[in-house]
């Protein structure tokens, strides 16, 4: 589940806003971090909530796709689609966020069917919504499959792509050491899947998808947002709760769509889980929390820079990685635990690297 409009659905990549953008009010007081939330620092509390939030979601909504026999994660997935989009919108309601109306021209630009292959012509009409889909739907269908460990060490694949994205499109260039990370991600995950006890074919076919559409997603954004600029109210990029507002709102009719295409709606309200409380507890709460990523990112970035918060999360993938090998009893070996260690060792050592 994904309620912030760049980041993977388990995963937190690259923050919406640049350093400047998050800083904003830090600006206007320049006291703010200095005041204290329940005595502790506020970029030290910002930090707990952030990372407690993105962790608990993986591990949360792990547990609502694996240990219940639940067999519609598209359901799922559109349920918290649409607890999120009824979150935002109380937020408006109650005066903490401001939304960009619904506006026909703002939604024909968000939400066009759109190849992939629009990526190399960024000019046409563009379809970040559908990308983003399929970015959440890839990555339900893979945790369901995918241990924790591995699914945090695959995530790093998407940078693989992304960085092959930013020279062939938008010719930027990297440093041999960020290529040396890059390298390393890749071989950790393919010698991990290589020794994972818990192969399959269909899971990590999942992954590789995710890995591409969250690439995807990001490259894209990028050459979007100036487009939907000239259709915002204010004429300018759209602002992250407003992202997550149109994304969980749009995804939901594609996502029925999926729902009928994979004959999930067939035994539904048969289903043993749904009579289950705590299988509505944690499908709740996984979607409440990954709604609390929005403001947990925000609040964090603007009580510190870009590289932190990018490292930060990063290094929040090794705890996250080890609870969900020990709470879900994901069967591992030397070979296999040593190429979990070595991927989330590169993917901290990737962002130094890159900030550099």
Not at 256 to 261: D, E, G, L, N, S
Request: net charge positive; proline share 5%.
């Amino acid at each position: 589940m994904v309620v912030s409009s760049a980041k993977s659905p388990m995963d937190e990549e690259q923050p919406l806003l640049s350093p400047g953008e998050g800083s904003a009010d830090q600006s206007k007081d320049p006291h703010s971090h200095h005041r204290l939330v329940c005595g502790i620092s506020p970029v030290l509390m910002s930090g707990i909530a952030y990372c407690c939030a993105s962790g608990s979601m993986v591990l949360l909504n792990k547990h609502a796709l694996a240990s219940f026999g639940f067999t519609a994660p598209t359901v799922l997935l559109c349920f918290q689609c649409a607890l999120a989009a009824i979150l935002v919108k109380l937020c408006e309601l109650v005066g903490w966020v401001k939304l960009q109306p619904l506006k026909r021209d703002l939604v024909a630009v968000w939400f066009p069917v759109v190849s992939l292959m629009r990526l190399v012509a960024p000019k046409k009409l563009p379809g970040l919504n559908l990308i983003f889909v399929g970015m959440i739907g890839t990555s339900f269908y893979a945790l369901k499959e995918v241990g924790v460990g591995m699914v945090t060490v695959w995530k790093n694949l998407s940078n693989v792509v992304t960085a092959l994205g930013d020279v062939f499109i938008y010719k930027r260039s990297y440093t041999w050491p960020v290529w040396g990370c890059l390298g390393l991600m890749l071989c950790s995950a393919v010698t991990g899947a290589s020794t994972d006890a818990r192969f399959t074919w269909s899971g990590y076919s999942w992954q590789i998808a995710n890995c591409f559409f969250t690439s995807a997603y990001a490259l894209y954004l990028r050459s979007v947002m100036d487009k939907v600029a000239e259709h915002t109210t204010n004429k300018q990029r759209m602002d992250e709760f407003s992202m997550v507002y149109y994304n969980n709102l749009l995804s939901i009719p594609p996502i029925v769509a999926m729902i009928w295409y994979f004959g999930e709606y067939k035994g539904l309200m048969e289903q043993p889980a749904l009579q289950n409380p705590a299988f509505l507890m944690v499908s709740s709460m996984g979607g409440i929390i990954g709604f609390a990523i929005s403001f947990s990112s925000l609040w964090f970035l603007s009580q510190t820079t870009a590289t932190i918060y990018s490292l930060v999360g990063a290094l929040n993938k090794i705890p996250v990685a080890v609870v969900g090998l020990v709470a879900f009893a994901e069967p591992t070996n030397p070979k296999n635990l040593m190429s979990i260690i070595i991927g989330l060792g590169a993917g901290v050592l990737f962002t130094q690297v890159k900030s550099k």
